[in-house]
């Protein structure tokens, strides 16, 4: 039984009625002659943005602070992007990640006891212009698929539409907006183990135990050509070309599989372009980087990196000691969406496009200035290896230790500034994709968790587990944002649409279900 | 505490002998050399039980090595396709599903209404007291009255249960017809795994356990992990020394 409180006294109202008509004083608690620092921003590179400046220690807060340096970079109002800002206590090594509400505090906290015209150095990391809602509901439940989802992923285009591989040997796409199916893709006599949409949102494809890959038009249901037969043994993965290496008016398209080989077809002919051969056993992820490289995590406990053109070895990276489960890059989500962002205008041309593609995926690599494509490896030995080719060869940046259990996924946020990793150790981390750094232990789950995905402005993630449950996590805090109850069993596969409106995720209970806020 | 776990109380209070393990091991070593003088000088019955017992142990051993023998054998195995549709990233690995597939099972079958209060053995017969208690007439006081009860079936009395004084005590629950675990077996799956009893629904004449079946990792929808299942009694424990159940799906 709730217990109830008495009704205030007549004191209380009285009290009460007086203190919300009159005005409160409150220039005390905005004391103004706190005194001012320093401030010199650098971007995340260490360079100097502006000069330094004198910023009052009452004024300072992190919004304030934002809206300064956008000021000071001479931007419109319009134009204005939010900064998050990490600090650098002066005279240490010691960076601080979170902006607090009082800075002298935090100053006097670390030592600093005169900060007063002390220079601070303070590095801001631009945020994404948009947020994205956590979700909160269960939007749709939608029954079709007969067996367990295994594969899901939202259309690059927009999130009304949502593509499923299942174990009934069909992919379905779904109109997420009504919650109704749209069309069933047949011609598969294995398991659907996954789907993939091309970055330009024309073409999906499905790879299968039947050992073919097969792509579809996404608008009429239809196949597209005839399937690609080769691999001897099931396909695993697969990866689209980026949009802005498309030659020839084609598609290329990088297939996984169990027998050790990856392909390269060309989707307009059906054509095989390349067999990289040289894993001794199943290749279980592959992905196409955005400067023609293509990268393959194998069982064998080798990373190779090959060259897409020619279809020859560039880099072998031995350095796992069990198998590789998966391969992120820091530019996945420019790649996978292609031309398309929040801004939602499209290029008219074809040149527009290829323009608008290639420098969204420089902005993603970019790193001091110069375009070089980082990649992370998830393995079965408890750790991650974080790499950059283009400058230190096979030779790795940083290793990521942390994992109690195996490492089954591993995601760059879409600002690729940060690294998650879902592991069977129940537990999701977060590291720092600049230097490896462990960051974050997001715990919550009881269970292996299998899948997770960013949300894309980079400020949640949503994990996928076992226990039948989807979590919400706030990656800047650690804090579990939402818990998402409702599925049956476990949960094989989840995604988060490229516009960040919804979560569509899949898996043993068949029913394919949507979450928005 | 249980009152016969005196030397693990011990153990915990004063350690072990700084020696202890020292002597564990020369125990162990000088295993072949007792076991050996027991086969050539043991006569007569004794002889025969340690016969049977040795039987027993190499049958054990040379079923381990064969496993292990079929183990180290490399070759072209058939490549099989699991059962079950599962993600790519889940093929090729030796999962232990079994507990996970008992969670689905008895959920499918939970959501049909009509299974959920049937049970794997419909008829239960009751037990009558008579049956049940062996009176106890003990003490020259107490020689007419009779009121002491000496539980004659198994019983499951939690981990904390201490008896009480001998003179208060009216319901005597001997040790050899105590029990803590029960091997519970899936009945469709035929998976059969040793769980702590958590409790009995109605003592004793009622066979319905509840087991604890956390170490399975079965998991509530709400994604916590589940605890206790009821399960159900298909032996005479009583008649043979362990207690069989299968689990309620």
Known sequence: ?517 | MPQNEYIERHTKLHGKRLDTEERARKKAAREGHKQSENAQNLRGLRAKLYAKERHAQKIQMRKAIKQHEERNVKGAAEEKEPANPIPAYLLDRANPTNAKALSSQIKNKRAEKAARFSVPIPKVKGISEEELFKVVKTGKKMHKKGWKRVVTKPTFVGPDFTRRPVKYERFIRPMGLRYKKANVTHPTLNVTVQLPILGVKKNPSNPLIEVNVSDLGIVTASGKIAWGRYAQITNNPENDGCLNAVLLV
């Open chain 1, 1 to 517: 039984m709730a217990t109830f409180l008495p009704p205030p006294t007549k004191r209380q109202k009285r009290e009460e009625v007086e203190r919300t008509t009159t005005q409160q004083d409150v220039t005390p608690l905005l004391a103004t002659d706190l005194g001012s620092f320093k401030a010199n921003f650098v971007d995340s590179d260490g360079n100097q943005m502006t000069d330094v400046i004198e910023i009052n220690f009452s004024d300072a807060t992190e919004r304030n602070v934002s809206v300064l340096l956008n000021t000071l970079l001479g931007r419109d109002r319009e134009d204005f992007t939010p900064y998050r800002f990490r600090i650098h206590i002066p005279g240490k090594d010691i960076i601080v990640d979170h902006y607090p509400t009082d800075l002298l505090g935090l100053l006097q906290k670390h030592g600093v006891t005169n900060p007063f015209e002390t220079t601070i150095t303070l590095s801001a990391e631009p945020q994404a212009v948009f947020k994205v809602q956590a979700v909160s509901r269960m939007a749709h439940r939608i029954p079709g698929h007969g067996q367990p989802i295994l594969a899901c992923q939202f259309s690059p285009v927009s999130s009304s539409r949502l593509a499923t591989g299942s174990g009934d040997n069909t992919a379905r796409i779904w109109d997420t907006d009504t919650g109704t199916p749209k069309h069933t893709l047949k011609g598969h006599t294995g398991w659907v183990l996954g789907v993939s949409w091309s970055p330009d949102g024309e073409r999906l494809a499905t790879c299968s135990m039947d050992k073919t890959v097969r792509i579809w038009d996404p608008e009429t249901g239809k196949p597209f050509g005839s399937d690609l037969k080769g691999h001897a043994k099931w396909v695993l993965a697969m990866a689209w070309e980026p949009y802005h290496l498309w030659r020839d008016d084609t598609a290329r398209l990088a297939s996984a599989s169990k027998d050790g080989t990856c392909r390269i077809w060309v989707v307009n002919t059906g054509r095989t372009e390349h067999v990289l051969s040289g894993h001794k056993s199943s290749v279980s992820c592959v992905r196409w980087g955005g400067n023609g490289h293509i990268y393959t995590g194998s069982h064998d406990k080798s990373v190779r990196v090959w060259d897409a053109v020619k279809g020859t070895l560039v880099h072998s990276m031995t350095t796992h000691a069990h198998w590789v489960n998966h391969i992120a890059l820091s530019s996945d989500h420019a790649l996978r969406t292609g031309y398309f962002d929040h801004t939602k205008d499209v290029p008219g041309t074809e040149e527009g496009k290829r323009e608008k593609a290639r420098e969204r995926f420089e902005n993603a690599a970019k790193i001091n200035g110069k375009v070089c494509e980082r990649f992370v490896t998830a393995s079965d030995d408890f750790t991650m290896y974080l790499w950059d080719p283009t400058n230190n060869g096979t030779k790795p940046v940083a290793r990521l230790l942390g994992h109690q259990n195996k490492v089954n996924q591993v995601q760059f946020s879409p600002d690729g500034t940060l690294i998650a990793s879902a592991g069977w150790d129940n537990s999701t981390k977060i590291w720092n994709a600049r230097d490896g750094k462990f960051l974050k232990s997001l715990r919550g789950h009881v269970a292996p968790v299998y899948q997770c995905a960013w949300s894309a402005d980079s400020r949640l993630l949503v994990t996928g587990s076992k226990d039948c449950t989807l979590k919400v996590w706030n990656a800047r805090t650690g804090n579990l944002a939402m818990d998402l109850p409702g599925h049956e069993d476990e949960v094989y596969a989840v995604d988060w649409a490229a516009d960040g409106k919804m979560v569509g995720s899949g898996g043993k209970d068949k029913a394919v279900r949507t979450w928005r806020n």
